[in-house]
C-alpha cells in the first residue's frame, strides 16, 4: 500500500513538474526571455510562421522533466545519438542486432530499456521495436538537443525549427540565438559528410545572406574529418560567390581539431570530443572578435 501511493505520489509530482515546465516555455516564447531576439528578427524584416515544432521529434514534450534531462544527459554521448540514428533508419524493423554497428548489444538493450521506460519506443512484438510517434529522421531531435544546449548549458535566448513567411530562400533555420546581443544563426547537420552535398553548403549560404546574422555555423555530428570534403566545398562556395561580386573569397583558418573559420564569422565544426566543447570554442572565438573589431570611440 506504501509502496503504491509513494507511486501514485511521485506520478504526480512529475505532472505538476511537466504543467510548471510547458508554463515556463510559454512564458519564455512569449516573454522578456527571448524578446530580443525577436526583435533582432522583427529589424531585419523576417516574420515567423512556424518554431520550436515537437511533431518530429522522438521523445515527446510532455514526458517528465527527470526523464527529459536523463535524455539529454544521454545525447551528450556520441554513441547514444548514432544509436538513435539507426533505431529511427530501421522504422518498424528495428531489432537489437540491427542497433549494434556503434554500441554493444548490452548497450543497445540499456538504451532500449529506457526508452521504453520514457515512452519514447515500444516492444511491439518480442525483440522488434519501433518509435512510438513517426519520425521522419534523427535531425529533428538533434536540433532540439542543441537548442536545449544553447538555452540549458549557455543561458542563451534561442529557437529550432524556425521557418520564416515570405523570404526568398527557402528551408528551415535551425537554431536562432541570441548571444549577448548577436544573432547566431546555426545549421544543423546529422548525417556524415558523405551524406553532405555543395547544393546544401549553398542553400546554407543563401540563408545566412538573408538573415544577415553576426556570425553563422554549420555543424555535422560526425567524428569524421572535415577537411576532407566540407571544407573544400565551402571554399569552393565561397569563391563562386567572391567571384560574382568581384571580391577576393575569404581565407580558410583551422581553429581547432575540425572545427574552421572562413573570413571572420562563419564557422564550420564536427562534434568531436563534443557538441558543447566545439561550440564553446567557436562562441569563444566569435567574442574575441567582437572585441578586436569593436570601434574606438570618437
Known amino acids: 500500500m506504501d509502496h503504491d501511493l509513494k507511486r501514485e505520489n511521485r506520478v504526480l509530482n512529475d505532472k505538476v513538474r511537466a504543467l510548471l515546465r510547458e508554463n515556463r516555455l510559454l512564458k519564455g516564447i512569449k516573454g522578456h526571455d527571448v524578446d530580443s531576439l525577436m526583435g533582432m528578427l522583427y529589424r531585419r524584416g523576417m516574420k515567423i510562421f512556424r518554431m520550436n515544432d515537437s511533431d518530429d521529434l522522438l521523445l515527446a514534450p510532455s514526458v517528465p522533466e527527470s526523464i527529459r534531462d536523463e535524455f539529454i544527459d544521454r545525447l551528450h554521448h556520441y554513441s ?26 548490452e548497450a543497445a538493450s540499456e538504451y532500449l530499456g529506457f526508452l521504453i521506460e520514457a515512452g519514447a519506443v515500444e516492444e511491439f512484438e518480442p525483440g522488434r521495436f519501433r518509435a512510438m510517434q513517426p519520425v521522419r529522421s ?42 549577448e546581443g548577436m544573432l547566431l544563426y546555426m545549421e544543423v547537420k546529422s548525417s556524415p559528410p558523405r551524406g553532405i552535398e555543395a547544393h546544401q553548403v549553398s542553400a546554407f549560404l543563401d540563408r545566412v545572406e538573408e538573415l544577415i546574422p553576426h556570425a553563422a555555423i554549420f555543424f555535422d555530428d560526425t567524428h569524421l574529418r572535415m577537411k576532407d570534403k566540407l571544407v573544400p ?23 581547432m581539431d575540425e572545427i574552421f573559420l572562413f573570413g571572420r564569422r562563419l564557422y564550420l565544426m564536427n562534434s568531436k570530443k563534443s557538441v558543447a566543447g566545439n561550440l564553446r570554442l567557436c562562441l569563444r ?4 572578435d567582437r572585441k578586436r573589431n569593436v570601434s574606438a570611440p570618437a
Open 233 to 255: 566545398i565551402f571554399e569552393e562556395e565561397l569563391r563562386l560567390r567572391a567571384e560574382r561580386r568581384g571580391s577576393d573569397p575569404p581565407g580558410t583558418i583551422r581553429l
Open 285 to 288: 572565438h566569435l567574442f574575441k
Open 138 to 179: 534523427f535531425g529533428g531531435t538533434l536540433e532540439w538537443y542543441v537548442y536545449r544546449l544553447f538555452r540549458d548549458e549557455f543561458a542563451v535566448p534561442a529557437l529550432y525549427g524556425v521557418r520564416f513567411k515570405g523570404t526568398e530562400k527557402s528551408g528551415d533555420y535551425d537554431i536562432l540565438a541570441d548571444v
Open 80 to 105: 547514444f545519438r548514432l544509436f538513435l540514428r539507426d533505431l529511427i533508419r530501421h522504422k518498424n524493423e528495428a531489432r537489437v542486432s540491427d542497433l549494434v554497428r556503434y554500441c554493444s548489444p
